[in-house]
């Protein structure tokens, strides 16, 4: 009989994966599968089930909103120049972090995970996707920034990096993102207190914002 026709190219690609695609889509089961197995906190009825109220804790001191009026509250109230320009460098950081992760959940639009319960504390629309987590993203940025700028006892030093590890670590417990998620956020988040750093707001360099104050 006449020889079989070849296949077009592009079917040959589909039947022949390449190799970073196979790895990428083992990474993704794996991510997949291990955040729900983390996830004992996700629901009353999870393994840790129990824990979920303190875990919401947690979330709460991880969230923007707090963190912007305290920071906000802040400058207001502070009467040292010095004080005033930490925070509002604070206040700049957390915009800009804000930004960036609703930039990128907007443009990846990665779902949340399927065992995750909406019940978050204030939500807006970009944040019903899951990549990069918010929360381990501000975590990053807040502990870099208050490591640098505060003058902290080292007991109070150790318990800053804790608490960024375990706003982190209570995302994937929650149920709220996969570890990716997590992953990412702390690297954008170590990646955005860069920016902050050599953007830094000074008398000198913006001298319309420190009149306002």
Not at 38 to 51: D, F, K, M, R, T
Not at 97 to 124: E, Q, S
């Amino acid at each position: 009989g006449a020889a079989a026709a070849p296949l077009p190219e592009e079917d040959c690609m589909k039947l022949n994966p390449s190799f970073v695609g196979i790895a990428f889509s083992s990474l993704l089961a794996i991510d997949l599968w291990a955040s729900k197995r983390l996830g004992v906190c996700a629901g009353e009825g999870s393994a840790w089930g129990s824990a979920r109220p303190l875990m919401k804790v947690i979330e709460v001191s991880g969230h923007g909103i707090p963190w912007l009026l305290g920071t906000f509250y802040g400058l207001c109230q502070s009467d040292s120049s010095a004080a005033r320009e930490v925070l509002l460098n604070l206040l700049s950081a957390l915009l800009l972090d804000l930004v960036m992760v609703a930039v990128v959940k907007g443009l990846v639009k990665r779902p949340r995970p399927t065992h995750n319960k909406m019940d978050m504390f204030v939500t807006i629309s970009v944040d019903k996707y899951s990549f990069p987590s918010g929360h381990a993203t501000r975590a990053a940025l807040v502990c870099r920034f208050v490591l640098r700028h505060l003058v902290l006892a080292v007991p109070l030093r150790v318990l800053v990096v804790l608490w960024a590890l375990i706003v982190s670590v209570s995302r994937v417990m929650l149920g709220r993102h996969n570890m990716t998620d997590v992953l990412f956020g702390l690297l954008l988040g170590y990646a955005l207190y860069g920016v902050v750093e050599h953007c830094w707001l000074s008398p000198a360099t913006a001298p319309a914002l420190f009149a306002l104050w």
